[in-house]
């Protein structure tokens, strides 16, 4: 263990110095270097610009060579060394030496050494296979839109006698007063004479729900029934299912019948020929996988595309490969009025029409009407920081927002003052720089007034993120303002379970006000009919990819002019609305006219892994011909970061691991874990974790409970210092509790969500679908005893989510009354969450860390952090390096870490990682169930033996740990 004091006790910076310079008796410039009692450790004075950073750089330097030359050296027990060179005598895998591989191509090359397995065959074919071959291949296979004569009269004479039902001809109605029902023979004679559409329409248009319908009604009715299928995309779950339930209702039939949809978790299919399936995109590129020629589709809708998400892009970018094949194939591409002659302009130049949108008049206030109405006074803005020129960073950053508030607002507020339409207190309020801060109070304020002074009618307010839906929600039920006889509040977040999302759509009983607190989901497809009222805060969260920094950012950025006019949009839809609009017209002014295509702002490891499945070739090739292709820098990142997962190799060709990821709908990093939980008999709290960090965490903090809340979480780290094991066991005990009936009580007990959990559940058992399907369980239940045999070994959990993150290793150099303070290679400072149960720490078992999330917002963050040991570090890292220096053995990290090591060990471990690395390759070329008492059995039981092992059992103790604790040090530029 560290010395809980040194990690504790609140010293200055000015102490740690002292020690610093009596330990190391370093100088620079031959300069004796004197500490100042009470400040922060820093560089000689004098020293300026790049003399500063050089300073560090040799100070490090010398650090590091006085570490290493005193640093503790890794040796194996005799017992165990002994043990694992017994084991790897016996474990030799059969390979092959075919006579012929000088004569394959490179990549099958690279795998001659893997006996042929039907699994090898078909990899071996994605791999030197291209889209074009593939989908002249699929145009060969057998269709399910075959013409049946029979059923083309069955389907017509159905279409024909729905028309006499009295429930059928009052949704027609209905339907016939929409505008996309006015155009509906010129939709029609466009889809038949090209085949590719664009079609643009305002709000309330209907062209979501009708569309679809035009082309089935009129194929039905001419007797083409079997051979129409339609499938329609949708940006997100909650869109796919309301508009599925819409439009079998005006159909006045039952969901799975000639309507269905399907999302990653749930589905009701329709038929197969004469129907119409809503999905989201990343179902419709599932299916794309097994048919690259979509044989089974007669028509592809791809709705909202204006909002230019990643999935979408793809699949814009892939059809245009698809189409000049699939002459049959008709492809309608749905958008909001916002730029959608970007999209015919793509698709050469080909015909647009435009639906005008049905909505009653909305009135529209912004700020400086709000405050005219609502005595309200925002905060003084906070005074310039403190010893600015120390943090001369930050100071530009808030005087340069400042300088741009002030351009913006001053000519802004005297030509208010002249037209004197505000009074003096309005004015002074919308001058001050914090009136541009998302304010919760006055929005809550806004609803009050509303409430009191207005008639009836639905309230759609719109936030940034589900904190602030959850903080807004707590001050109104607190406020007592809203009694539940009159008000109903809901909460509306894109990850919350969907049997939550279906609620908003009901109507409340008469004299109750429904009140619905959403993100960005409810700007497009949905529609709640009742509201009457938007508030919009002029926010939304968007996550940005920093190339430069390599980091992903999540921070609140003001709304685009589309945005704002989709959210204006929601409201007028039964009478006349209003919207209001927290920004001034100035910020108005100022908004960009579109949002940045989400493309150009995340990370591209899926979409190179989606990319190389279906055999698109070069990454950088195909995403040069998307419509506005992502930064260079970005992919290499991404590409980067797949060869280190071992998911491509060298040349850019998918490996067998990458294989198996890219059929998997998780991240890479996550899918790593669950094929190697498989591997390693760990299934059930591995998946929790994976599920969890691909979905979402279900722990929540309740205001004015966030210690208790804290403690819980704590608590079900189990003493691990980590965030993943809480994951872990907070779902392994609610579904304990869930078989007892208790599950409600637990969740309460542990500030937990309950509807959270239930989906992380079945996202388990989902994941254990797809690894029975793919061979690596021989049951698709994920608590099956053979799945699980290892599930209570702490070490092996925590070394293979070690291993499926890696290189995300952060080494911890101090704690602090705010929490621990890391540094990682690429970012230097870093700091645990405050959500993180290891924020609060001050005493780990090792110094290293590994992390799924890393974001920048006042700092930057790892928001879930695992404590992990040195034997753990070395079974996560991919490939070993060992280097010999004087003697010594010292083994790489990517963290600037050399551990030394004995020669014996150094030998000993690189051959078990040769070993395991053999094994994989062999497991992942032939997917099957581990035997246990066979020689690759007894090769794993050796690793799992080697991870559990300690740090101070292999010469690693809490002394030396203490001594190498704060190698790292770095100007602190924050």
């Not at 529209?364 to 120390?390: A, H, Q, T």
Request: hydrophobic share 35%.
């Amino acid at each position: 263990m560290w010395h809980r004091q040194y990690l504790s006790r609140g010293r200055s910076a000015g102490q740690r110095a002292i020690r610093e310079e009596e330990r190391t008796q370093s100088s620079y410039s031959g300069q004796e270097r004197t500490p100042i009692r009470g400040k922060k450790r820093g560089h000689p004075p004098g020293l300026r610009g790049k003399e500063i950073g050089l300073y560090y750089r040799d100070r490090n330097r010398e650090k590091a060579k006085h570490a290493n030359e005193n640093s503790p050296v890794l040796k194996l027990s005799s017992y165990l060394s002994d043990r694992i060179k017994t084991i790897l005598n016996i474990s030799k895998l059969s390979c092959e030496s075919p006579s012929d591989a000088d004569e394959k191509p490179e990549s099958q090359n690279n795998y001659r050494h893997i006996s042929d397995s039907q699994f090898k065959r078909k990899f071996l074919e994605i791999v030197n296979g291209n889209i074009q071959s593939n989908i002249a291949m699929a145009l060969n296979m057998e269709s399910k839109l075959q013409r049946t004569c029979y059923l083309d009269k069955a389907l017509q004479a159905e279409y024909d006698d729905k028309q006499d039902q009295t429930e059928y001809k009052n949704m027609l109605k209905f339907r016939s007063k929409l505008p996309a029902y006015q155009k509906r023979s010129e939709i029609l004679q466009l889809i038949q004479d090209n085949q590719v559409v664009v079609i643009s329409g305002e709000t309330g248009c209907g062209k979501t729900t009708q569309v679809a319908q035009f082309i089935l009604d009129d194929q039905l009715k001419a007797g083409n029934g079997s051979v129409t299928r339609i499938v329609c995309t949708q940006p997100r779950r909650i869109s796919a299912i309301s508009v599925a339930e819409r439009v079998a209702a005006e159909r006045a039939e039952r969901l799975g019948k000639s309507v269905g949809y399907q999302i990653r978790l749930e589905k009701v299919a329709a038929r197969e020929q004469g129907s119409i399936l809503f999905c989201t995109t990343g179902v419709l590129l599932q299916f794309m996988k097994t048919d690259p020629a979509l044989r089974n589709f007669s028509h592809v809708i791809l709705d909202e595309i204006h909002e230019r998400s990643t999935e979408s892009d793809f699949v814009i970018t892939l059809l245009k490969q698809v189409i000049p094949k699939r002459s049959d194939l008709k492809l309608l591409l749905m958008s909001a009025t916002l730029n959608s002659e970007r999209f015919s302009t793509y698709y050469n130049r080909c015909p647009m029409i435009h639906i005008p949108g049905f909505t009653y008049p909305v009135e529209e206030f912004y700020l400086e009407d709000i405050l005219s109405f609502i005595d309200f006074k925002f905060k003084e803005p906070k005074p310039e920081p403190v010893g600015y020129k120390r943090h001369l960073k930050r100071y530009k950053e808030l005087q340069n927002k400042k300088d741009e508030f002030m351009d913006m607002i001053q000519p802004y507020t005297r030509q208010l003052i002249t037209e004197k339409k505000y009074s003096r207190q309005v004015i002074d309020q919308i001058r001050n720089s914090s009136s541009e801060e998302l304010s919760l109070e006055l929005i809550e304020r806004l609803v009050r007034h509303i409430c009191y002074t207005k008639g009836p009618g639905a309230i759609l307010i719109f936030l940034p993120g589900m904190m602030d839906i959850i903080t807004l929600n707590r001050m109104m039920v607190g406020s007592r303002h809203y009694p539940d006889r009159n008000y109903i509040i809901y909460p509306l977040h894109s990850r919350m379970p969907t049997v939550d999302q279906k609620l908003i759509f009901q109507e409340p009983p008469n004299g109750i006000r429904k009140i619905i607190i959403a993100t960005s989901i409810a700007e497009t497809s949905i529609t709640i009919e009742d509201v009457v009222y938007v508030i919009d805060c002029g926010k939304m969260k968007l996550g940005r990819f920093d190339v430069d920094k390599n980091i992903q950012t999540l921070e609140p950025e003001w709304v685009s002019l589309a945005n704002a006019k989709q959210r204006r949009g929601r409201a007028g839809r039964v009478k006349s609305g209003e919207c209001y609009h927290m920004y001034t017209r100035a910020r108005e002014m100022l908004l960009d006219h579109y949002p940045l295509p989400e493309m150009l702002r995340t990370r591209l490891e899926e979409v190179i892994l989606q990319i190389k499945i279906l055999q698109l070739g070069k990454a950088k090739e195909f995403l040069a011909d998307v419509m506005d292709p992502p930064d260079l820098k970005a992919i290499d990142l991404s590409l980067e970061l797949l060869r280190t997962l071992n998911a491509l190799d060298q040349y850019e060709h998918l490996t067998p691991l990458g294989y198996h990821l890219a059929h998997l709908p998780l991240d890479p990093r996550t899918g790593k874990m669950i094929l190697w939980a498989a591997l390693f008999s760990c299934a059930e709290p591995i998946f929790a974790i994976a599920a969890s960090l691909t979905f979402k965490d279900a722990f929540y903090c309740p205001m004015g409970k966030e210690e208790e809340a804290n403690m819980k979480k704590l608590e079900l780290s189990m003493e691990q210092y980590s965030d993943h094991m809480a994951l872990a066991e907070a779902l392994r005990r609610f579904e304990l509790a869930y078989q007892r009936g208790d599950a409600g009580r637990f969740c309460r007990e542990y500030f937990l969500s309950y509807n959270t959990l239930k989906l992380l559940s079945e996202m388990k058992t989902d994941f254990a679908r797809y690894l029975y399907e793919m061979k690596f369980l021989d049951s698709k239940n994920p608590n099956d005893m053979n799945a699980n045999r290892n599930s209570n070994n702490m070490a092996l959990i925590k070394a293979i989510v070690c291993a499926g993150l890696y290189p995300n290793i952060a080494v911890v150099r101090r704690a602090t009354k705010q929490g621990v303070i890391g540094w990682t290679p690429e970012d230097g400072t870093v700091r645990t969450h405050p959500s993180s149960v290891n924020n609060r720490n001050a005493n780990f078992p090792s110094r290293y860390f590994t992390y799924f999330t890393k974001q920048r917002s006042t700092a930057i963050f790892l928001h879930d952090t695992t404590c992990v040991s040195i034997p753990i570090l070395l079974f996560a890292r991919p490939n070993m390096l060992i280097k010999r220096e004087k003697g010594k053995c010292m083994i790489s990290f990517i963290f600037s870490d050399n551990i030394a090591c004995e020669p014996d060990t150094a030998e000993v471990i690189q051959d078990l990682h040769e070993a395991l690395n053999t094994l994989l390759e062999y497991k992942v070329m032939h997917p099957a169930t581990v035997s246990w008492s066979s020689a690759e059995g007894q090769l794993l039981k050796a690793i799992i033996e080697l991870v559990s092992q300690k740090d101070e059992e292999i010469g690693f103790g809490d002394d030396t740990a203490s001594k190498s604790f704060d190698n790292y040090d770095e100007p602190d530029t924050h």
